[in-house]
T-cell receptor, first 110, second 111 residues
Framework: NAGVTQTPKFQVLKTGQSMTLQCAQD?????MYWYRQDPGMGLRLIYY???????DKGEVPNGYNVSRLNKREFSLRLESAAPSQTSVYFC?????????FGPGTRLTVL | RKEVEQDPGPFNVPEGATVAFNCTYS??????FFWYRQDCRKEPKLLMS???SGNEDGRFTAQLNRASQYISLLIRDSKLSDSATYLC????????????FGKGTRLSVIA
């Protein structure tokens, strides 16, 4: 089992560019999450998907969109990247309460 | 009031020391409580759940005080490998709903 995988591991964008962060899990979990982590701010929930076909906003959804493509995959899209979106992005999945995290994507927006 | 509050540290302790972290949460109806560990530049991982009766896992002891809305983590006989950030995590609702993470407490164990 690979657990939760994320691609890419690192990315540098220019302001205004778009990109999609990919996340997949092989644990057959129903729920998936996207967080961002910034120094001094802790983990903040961007969007989550309680089950296939549903998505909900978290604490900081502005500037992002998500797609729950199927049970395994949950992608995060930045339509027009801004320097304020420079962060480490973590995807997670869960079946009960415990969440399992991917290794993260380090994104820099210049 | 912040939903989950922790002392950010850093706590710098010598090997073999006992160190305790505290955490307070704002929602009195909170259902589940956890400590996660995050190593530098890595993802968070579950360290232990926190039960009302208190629970122990080797050198680690977690306590919950619902009346005071307070969670603690005690680490005995600290090892160099315990150096990490410890995240206090609360589930405000029942079932499979998003967790709320504290900002973490950084621990450095020094030889």
């Amino acid at each position: 089992n690979a657990g939760v995988t994320q691609t890419p591991k690192f990315q540098v964008l220019k302001t205004g560019q778009s990109m999609t962060l990919q996340c997949a899990q092989d644990m057959n979990h129903n729920s998936m999450y996207w967080y961002r982590q910034d120094p001094g701010m802790g983990l903040r929930l961007i969007y989550y998907s309680a089950s296939e076909g549903t998505t909900d906003k978290g604490e900081v959804p502005n500037g992002y969109n998500v797609s729950r493509l199927n049970k395994r995959e949950f992608s995060l899209r930045l339509e027009s990247a801004a320097p304020s979106q420079t962060s480490v992005y973590f995807c997670a999945s869960s079946e009960q309460v415990e969440q399992f995290f991917g290794p993260g994507t380090r994104l820099t927006v210049l | 009031r912040k939903e989950v509050e922790q002392d950010p540290g850093p706590f710098n302790v010598p090997e073999g020391a006992t160190v305790a972290f505290n955490c307070t949460y704002s929602n009195s109806a909170s259902q589940s409580f956890f400590w996660y560990r995050q190593d530098c530049r890595k993802e968070p991982k579950l360290l232990m759940s926190v039960y009302s009766s208190g629970n122990e896992d080797g050198r680690f002891t977690a306590q919950l005080n619902r009346a005071s809305q307070y969670i603690s983590l005690l680490i005995r006989d600290s090892k160099l490998s315990d150096s990490a950030t410890y995240l206090c995590v609360v589930n405000f609702l029942s079932g499979n709903t998003p967790l709320v993470f504290g900002k973490g407490t950084r621990l450095s164990v020094i030889a």
